[in-house]
């Protein structure tokens, strides 16, 4: 069966850092990945999205990775700011299907 | 940008009774809208998957008679709980696609909160 995980459940870092989030899946040949933030009692809001034929994206401090062989993404937020603090989910995609991970809890401390 | 508004945001109700969620496409046309549930610190589970003018398509394990969903245009579509119990009290939240704009993302309603008293 699919499966997609998240590396962790919560993942704490200092201010000024990169947090780096894995999301590792099987059974599964997405089109594209993407990537959300949630925050407590709201919907995801999208983030990013990677083709299966790119390699990397970048957006601000944002950037993600994306290897097929591997079956692996890395998302990674440089120079974290508390604000980043929030739950990240990865999801995957193939044309009208589209399934999450159970997400990586983030916390940026001061 | 893109925008979905779903409704209500939140919604207490009595067992036995029926609530409906409706999420609508603000600034785009949806082709597809999924309609996902979410319990605490867990991740978001599809439920189903509606097109526009078609019947939906379910999740394995989704009772298709308890949640009743309508897509009757490319803007709304309606999670209907019938019947609702306890057990149904959860996050409900929908997502739709840009039909015009494939590779950007989906859009996400802010999400229903249910309790079943």
């Known amino acids: 069966s699919q499966k997609i995980e998240q590396n962790s459940e919560a993942l704490n870092i200092q201010e000024g850092k990169t947090a780096t989030l894995t999301c590792n899946y099987t059974?599964?040949?997405?089109?594209?990945l993407q990537w959300y933030r949630q925050d407590p009692g709201r919907g995801p809001v999208f983030l990013l999205l990677i083709r299966e034929n790119e390699k990397e994206k970048r957006k601000e401090r944002l950037k993600v990775t994306f290897d097929t062989t591997l079956k692996q993404s890395l998302f990674h937020i440089t120079a974290s700011q508390p604000a980043d603090s929030a739950t990240y989910l990865c999801?995957?995609?193939?044309?009208?299907?589209?399934?999450f991970g159970a997400g990586t809890r983030l916390t940026v401390k001061p | 940008g893109a925008v979905v508004s779903q409704h209500p945001s939140r919604v207490i109700c009595k067992s036995g009774t029926s609530v409906k969620i409706e999420c609508r496409s603000l600034d785009f046309q949806a082709t597809t809208m999924f309609w996902y549930r979410q319990f605490p610190k867990q991740s978001l589970m599809l439920m189903a998957t509606s097109n526009e003018g078609s019947k939906a398509t379910y999740e394995q394990g989704v009772e298709k008679d308890k949640f009743l969903i309508n897509h009757a245009s490319l803007t709304l579509s309606t999670l209907t709980v019938t019947s609702a119990h306890p057990e149904d009290s959860s996050f409900y939240i929908c997502?739709?696609?840009?039909?015009?704009?494939?590779?950007?993302?989906?859009?996400f309603g802010s999400g229903t909160r249910l309790t079943v008293v």
């Open positions: 059974n599964y040949s997405p089109a594209y």
């Open positions: 997502s739709a696609s840009n039909r015009d704009r494939p590779f950007r993302g989906y859009t």
């Open positions: 999801a995957l995609s193939s044309y009208n299907d589209m399934r």
